[in-house]
């Protein structure tokens, strides 16, 4: 089975700090994603990544920048918290190889800034 | 511009009863594919179903049924004898455009389903 990890399920952060949210994939998938969602507006896409230290921008970047310095890790940085980032964050991963293209979903960090 | 709908913000179903969950898109791309996903109360996605735009026949698993109609742009999800487990949070998604890589969500329906 695929399995996708979040460092964290809960995370409180103060308003001006760095915060890093990590995600591991065991299953050697190339591509990796970060969603935040939001009651009412579903899933929106932060940042991608197709390949080692590749990335692409998704529908809402900014405000958040993201890591892949390896294959099985992604990292989704918000360099100065805000309370409007308050949000529950899911990282994803996907295989080229399989017709599909599904993504396998981590459990989420639910993320309060104050 | 890529777009998925679900009309249906909150649906209820009786235990071992068939519910369909509304999802209709829309992309001017001939290639894409729809899938479906559930989201318990705990948080993670869960993989459901996948149906390709050029697929003849519409995608099964299990109690899972995807209703297909292409002119319509339509793509239901059919969930046969329903269980208290599929209590959760149901979002419908596509891929086009040219990218394997993006998924567009809908804004999801909320199903309960009653003992």
């Known amino acids: 089975d695929v399995k996708v990890t979040q460092s964290s399920r809960y995370l409180v952060k103060r308003t001006g700090e760095k915060v890093f949210l990590e995600c591991v994939q065991d299953m050697d998938h190339e591509n990796m994603f970060w969603y935040r969602q939001d009651p009412g507006l579903g899933l929106r896409l932060i940042y991608f990544?197709?390949?080692?230290?590749?990335?692409e921008k998704g529908d809402i970047p900014e405000g958040y920048s993201v890591s892949r310095e390896k294959k099985e890790r992604f990292s989704l940085i918000l360099e100065s918290a805000s309370t409007n980032q308050t949000s529950m964050y899911l990282c994803a991963s996907s295989n080229p190889g399989q017709p599909s293209y599904e993504q396998y979903f981590g459990p989420g960090t639910r993320l309060t800034v104050t | 511009a890529q777009k998925i709908t679900q009309t249906q913000p909150g649906m209820f179903v009786q235990e071992k009863e068939a519910v369909t969950l509304d999802c209709t898109y829309d992309?001017?791309?001939?290639?894409?594919?729809l899938f479906w996903y559930k989201q318990p109360s705990s948080g993670e996605m869960i993989f459901l179903i996948y149906q390709g735009s050029y697929d003849q026949q519409n995608a099964t698993e299990g109690r899972y049924s995807l209703n297909f109609q292409k002119a319509r742009k339509s793509a239901n999800l059919v969930i046969s004898a329903s269980q208290l487990g599929d209590s959760a949070m149901y979002f419908c998604a596509m891929k086009s455009g040219g990218s394997n890589y993006k998924l567009t969500f809908g804004k999801g329906t909320l199903l309960t389903v009653n003992p």
């Open positions: 990544s197709y390949d080692v230290k590749m990335k």
């Open positions: 992309t001017s791309d001939p290639s894409y594919g």
